[in-house]
Nanobody, 122 residues
Framework: QVQLVESGGGSVQAGGSLRLSCAASGRTFSNYGMGWFRQAPGKEREFVATISWFGDSTYYADSVKGRFTISRANAKNTVYLQMNSLSPEDTAVYYC???????????????WGQGTQVTVSS
């Protein structure tokens, strides 16, 4: 089992920045690709970003490319999502997840955090 706990969400004005963190515990963190997903009210959960086991490969949704950066610190069992130039369309609950690799489909992920709310006002 892997337990994931997100933090760093909050409210910010458009154009602002937030950094989300996801602390993992349980099994060896570096054995897992990590991903961030988000779900806005009334919408399906969507892929945001993913990172490979040692951080050498990253992939982003087109909607966040150039604004968001995913990174990880295996020594701290933590994955991050730096979010810049936020817009109201980024408002959602953000989830981190762990999988056997850096996948883009939610169905590939085995473990999920409880989510953290990000609200961007115009």
């Amino acid at each position: 089992q892997v337990q994931l706990v997100e933090s760093g969400g909050g409210s910010v004005q458009a154009g602002g920045s937030l950094r989300l963190s996801c602390a993992a515990s349980g099994r060896t963190f570096s054995n897992y690709g990590m991903g961030w997903f988000r779900q806005a009210p009334g919408k399906e959960r969507e892929f945001v970003a993913t990172i490979s086991w040692f951080g050498d490969s990253t992939y982003y949704a087109d909607s966040v490319k150039g604004r968001f950066t995913i990174s990880r610190a295996n020594a701290k069992n933590t994955v991050y999502l730096q979010m810049n130039s936020l817009s109201p369309e980024d408002t959602a609950v953000y989830y981190c997840a762990a999988a056997r690799g850096p996948f883009q489909r939610a169905s590939e992920y085995d473990y999920w955090g409880q989510g953290t709310q990000v609200t961007v006002s115009s």
